[in-house]
Nanobody, 128 residues
Framework: QVQLVESGGGSVHHGGSLHLSCASFGFTMGLYGVGWFRQAPGKKREAIACISQNAAFTEYIDSVKGRFAISRGSDKKTVSLQMDGLRPEDTAVYYC?????????????????????WGQGTQVTVSP
């Protein structure tokens, strides 16, 4: 069965850290760029970080630059998101998805690129 599964969410205080993982099953994640998204209650889902299929290119939205780091596992089956310096405004459900449109060596924060595989999400809660 083809799926993406996120894990690593939880509850932390302001300034804390979490390490999210996105694991792939039933397909070769290494062929795709991968993006991390989040959706806070009452807000639109937003792309926050992406990594190209060869891990040579990454992109972040301004609000997480310098605090979050996206990376690929050497097994080519996982993509991680290290989140440091967490803030209450980072509270959201976090999702990973595959980028099926970007050319090799690139990825995009345009959610129109993510039309195929999505995970079920993992909750991140940051308290003041």
């Amino acid at each position: 069965q083809v799926q993406l599964v996120e894990s690593g969410g939880g509850s932390v205080h302001h300034g804390g850290s979490l390490h999210l993982s996105c694991a792939s099953f039933g397909f070769t994640m290494g062929l795709y760029g991968v993006g991390w998204f989040r959706q806070a209650p009452g807000k639109k889902r937003e792309a926050i970080a992406c990594i190209s299929q060869n891990a040579a290119f990454t992109e972040y939205i301004d609000s997480v630059k310098g605090r979050f780091a996206i990376s690929r596992g050497s097994d080519k089956k996982t993509v991680s998101l290290q989140m440091d310096g967490l803030r209450p405004e980072d509270t959201a459900v976090y999702y990973c998805a595959t980028d099926n449109r970007s050319p090799r060596g690139f990825c995009s924060l345009n959610d129109e690129h993510y039309q195929h595989y999505w995970g079920q999400g993992t909750q991140v809660t940051v308290s003041p």
